[in-house]
């Protein structure tokens, strides 16, 4: 049987059957429905935030974040990221400008932040890398400094607290992407959350075409809207969310007995005060003292059914729809990183054998 890099959470069959079964009663599929608001209000409670608003997907939630703000010119980001991060900017018709990223948490640096703004920078987009939480004191310091906007990329962090605190509290806005793949998932989804809530409508019209009333089109929006049969998943999944966090920690820890210490091997580390949702298991494979490379390590996995995943590589500033217009050699940490990264198998039902055949493979047993 093949192992993936991840297995998506999935309630009790019964339970999402007993969960949708009213939706055959009211006849509401989508367009704002009960699961919809139910889901809304516990993912608020959930996440600890002032507002949220769901959207059909994490990608939808974060273009909207950046229509809503109506950001214009430059945008600091970074290349060590999901092909969605960087798209959002430049589907806005923004620049994105690429800071490079730290050698030990792989968010944004911000000492490298502040000489590559200019007078066409009007925002930070920073991502919280496999749930690592960005220098958050630090963005906010800059950012009211220059008078830019931030968003937060906060799609691998869900339920992530920084000295108790809510992720989804800092910047002007964060989004979460809710995919199958993600911690927590609606099937498809998203949202973003926020602490001004005059956003609140803004976010809405964006989503529901502007229209806001049956005669009233205030705004060209478009179609981000989360159905009813998303919402429920999310109901569902919601359940078993600490439970789902628990058992990735048991893995982390298992995983981190047979490769912790291991020379050539470094593995993600725990920052201070941060409450970890082990989201992901990044391996930086250092070739000059394993005498073996990423690439190496990747296809020995795969021979034996096992998907490890190189993310992120390659750097979203290397891609070929953007040829000729950025250039990695700018972000030099982020390419070593992204060179000799792969993410090991992660999720909850992952067997304490599989762990261990896999570590077998990487420590070249
Ligand atoms: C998954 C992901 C997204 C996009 O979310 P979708 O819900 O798949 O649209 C954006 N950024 C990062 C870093 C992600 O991992």
Not at 136 to 157: F, G, M, P, S
Not at 280 to 305: G, H, W
Not at 350 to 355: G, K, M, S, T
Request: aromatic share 10%; with cysteine.
């Amino acid at each position: 049987m093949q192992i993936h890099v991840t297995q998506s959470s999935l309630p009790p069959f019964e339970e999402y059957i007993d969960e949708i079964r009213s939706i055959w009663g009211t006849k509401w599929l989508t367009n704002m429905g009960e699961k919809h608001f139910q889901l809304e209000q516990e993912l608020e409670a959930y996440l600890e935030v002032p507002f949220i608003s769901l959207f059909t997907n994490g990608h939808l939630a974060l273009e909207t974040a950046i229509e809503a703000l109506e950001l214009t010119g430059e945008v600091i980001t970074t290349p060590f990221t999901f092909a969605s991060t960087t798209h959002a900017i430049t589907r806005n018709g923004l620049t994105p400008v690429f800071c490079d990223i730290r050698p030990d948490d792989y968010t944004l640096d911000v000492d490298k932040i502040e000489s590559l703004i200019t007078e066409k920078t009007s925002a930070i987009i920073a991502v919280h890398v496999y749930g690592n939480v960005c220098n958050i004191q630090e963005i906010n310091r800059i950012a009211n400094k220059h008078n830019l906007k931030v968003i937060y990329d906060a799609a691998h962090a869900f339920g992530v607290t920084v000295n108790g605190q809510g992720i989804g509290n800092f910047g002007d806005i964060s989004m979460f992407s809710f995919h199958a793949t993600k911690v927590f998932n609606s099937i498809e989804g998203g949202a973003l959350t926020f602490s001004d809530e005059a956003y609140k409508n803004k976010f809405y019209q964006i989503k529901n075409f502007g229209i806001v009333s049956p005669e009233a089109v205030v705004y060209a929006g478009g179609n981000g809207k989360m159905n009813e049969f998303s919402a429920a998943m999310g109901i569902c999944n919601i359940r078993y969310i600490d439970q789902n966090i628990k058992s990735r920690k048991a893995v982390v820890e298992r995983y981190k007995e047979r490769l912790q210490g291991v020379k050539g091997l470094r593995l993600l580390q725990e920052q201070d005060g941060v409450s970890s949702n082990y989201a992901y298991f990044p391996v930086i494979f250092d070739e000059n003292i394993l005498k073996r490379t990423r690439d190496e390590v990747s296809m020995a996995l795969a021979q034996q059914n096992i998907m490890a995943r190189k993310y992120f590589y390659p750097l979203t500033n290397d891609y070929e729809c953007y040829s000729g217009r950025f250039d990695s050699n700018t972000t030099p940490v982020a390419r070593y990183i992204a060179e000799r990264v792969l993410t090991l198998p992660l999720y909850a039902e992952l067997a304490p054998q599989d762990i261990d055949r896999i570590c077998d493979i990487v420590l070249g047993q």
